[in-house]
């Protein structure tokens, strides 16, 4: 397993956009397929979006396609979650996941690292 710690969670209006990062530390990011879920109180955590470890392939559910973007540096142990054209349901809490063991990105218990969480909200 390694540490994941989320950053760049916040307040923004109704199609605004917002950037998260997670920074990998304990092990090199490129060994690890990495993830980002969203929960909110009294629903299960769901799958966001995903990366390949060297980024070549990316997986989004229908929710988010096309607005929102993940991405990675493995130089730098991070991953990116680019969130464009926010909408109000897409207030949760988001977390970063990591995986280095063959993986069904969209199913929650495949991830073994998770991070803390980032609040977002979206409203005017």
């Known amino acids: 397993q390694v540490h994941l710690v989320e950053f760049g969670g916040g307040l923004v209006q109704p199609g605004g956009s917002l950037r998260l990062s997670c920074v990998v530390s304990g092990g090199s990011s490129a060994g690890y397929s990495l993830g980002w879920f969203r929960q909110v109180p009294g629903k299960e955590r769901e799958f966001v979006a995903g990366i390949s470890r060297q980024g070549s392939r990316t997986y989004y559910p229908d929710p988010v396609k096309g607005r929102f973007i993940i991405s990675r540096d493995n130089a730098k142990n991070e991953v990116y979650l680019q969130m464009n054209s926010l909408k109000p349901e897409d207030t949760a809490v988001y977390y970063c996941?990591?995986?280095?063991?063959?993986?069904?990105?969209?199913?929650?218990?495949?991830?073994?690292?998770w991070g803390q969480g980032t609040q977002v909200t979206v409203s005017s």
């Open positions: 996941a990591a995986e280095n063991g063959p993986l069904d990105y969209y199913n929650v218990a495949n991830w073994n690292s």
